[in-house]
């Protein structure tokens, strides 16, 4: 349904030469109806590749595929026709609303813009959305400081919602919310996706959050995938240093069956702006080796794997090791 291939997204320094490298040849694909969950620190580019995926702003160098459309190469209307497909939940439902405008006309903008409904019929639509998320059409009358911070995010989904698209891109859709509602807001996403048969990217930091509702994910750090595949065997068996820092950041609710990671995780992410030579992760990595200093690691299939990709030097020569103890005698 949507894929992305080698994209890569520099930003020139304000005052200076040089760039910030905020993607560095990122290729990902979502099916229909699934949900790949992207998981990182901030400042490891998911906004910047939520950003590019929905043609807010354009790639360096790469493509955006949706449904066989390649979005990058599209230019006023013809983009504005594809966009009722993909549409995005922003993080800040304080921000993503338009003070001035009642529920209502802030959905029915969205309707008149993209010319699905007018009159009877958009105040009817605005009503059943409304339905759909829990609010009810009475709630299309009050202006969005009425409402609490899981109600605006319920409005930003209806509104997502309001143009039939195929695929949600979620960034960071809770994390703005309190406790108590990211359950209910979680719950109603889940819901929807099934009822609706929709695709979503879900993006976090939250490990728990992407495991509660990705079908598969994608571990990114300074720019670039490190790790992906199904959820189970990503999140229960990582094979990146990253990835295991990840999980086990994840607090547990019985400490006693935690299973800490052999070596821990120390330092900031390196400057995108100067990235260091070799893996990106080696200056982070208690298990860097010399390799890793110098040889850029690609991101490759694990041997017996259904889709589970790495790309770590020591992950690499683990699973070459493991198959030299496995090999039969004599061969």
């Known amino acids: 349904m949507l894929t992305a291939t080698d994209l ?7 005052g200076g030469d040089g760039v910030v490298h905020a993607l560095a040849g990122v290729s990902l694909a979502v099916g229909d109806g699934e949900t790949l969950g992207i998981v990182g620190e901030s400042g490891c580019g998911k906004s910047t590749l939520a950003k590019l995926l929905v043609r807010l702003e354009d790639p360096t160098s790469g493509r955006v595929e949706l449904d066989g459309v390649d979005l990058t190469e599209l230019r006023g209307p013809a983009l ?14 304080y921000a993503s609303l338009n003070p001035r405008l009642r529920v209502g006309q802030a959905l029915g903008e969205v309707l008149s813009v993209h010319r699905l ?3 009877r019929q958009r105040e009817r639509r605005v009503g059943e959305l409304l339905e759909m998320v829990g609010l009810g059409a009475p709630f299309g009358a009050r202006y ?7 109600q605006r995010q319920r409005v930003g ?4 919602l309001a143009v039939e698209p195929k695929v949600l891109l979620l960034d960071e859709p809770v994390s703005a919310l ?5 359950a209910e807001i979680m719950n109603l996403l889940v819901d929807l996706r099934r009822d609706l048969g929709l695709s979503y990217v879900f993006i976090s930091h939250d490990v728990a959050m992407v495991r509660h509702i990705s079908d598969r994910v994608a571990v990114m750090y300074l720019g670039r995938v490190v790790e992906v595949g199904d959820w189970k065997s990503v999140l229960d068996n990582p094979r990146h240093p990253y990835t295991a820092a990840l999980c ?9 069956l935690s299973q800490p990671i052999e070596a821990t995780v120390s330092g900031e992410v390196p400057n995108p702006a100067a990235p260091p030579s070799g893996c990106p992760f080696h200056p982070r990595c208690p298990l860097a080796q010399d390799d890793c200093r110098r040889l850029d690691p690609a991101l490759l299939p694990l041997p017996l794997s259904s889709g589970h990709q790495v790309a770590c030097h020591v992950a690499a020569e683990q699973v070459s090791d493991r198959s030299a103890q496995l090999a039969p005698s004599g061969s």
């Not at 969005?144 to 899981?150: A, D, K, Q, T, V």
């Not at 989904?157 to 997502?160: L, N, V």
């Not at 309190?178 to 990211?182: A, P, T």
């Not at 086990?248 to 006693?256: D, F, G, Q, R, Y």
């Open 144 to 150: 969005p400081h009425e409402l609490s911070g899981g």
């Open 178 to 182: 309190d406790v108590s509602v990211r």
């Open 80 to 93: 504005r026709q594809q966009r009722r497909h993909i549409q995005m939940l922003f993080q800040d439902p």
């Open 8 to 14: 890569v997204k520099d930003y020139p320094v304000r």
């Open 248 to 256: 086990a950041a994840v607090p547990a609710p019985n400490p006693e």
């Open 117 to 119: 409904a007018d009159g």
């Open 157 to 160: 989904i209806a509104r997502a």
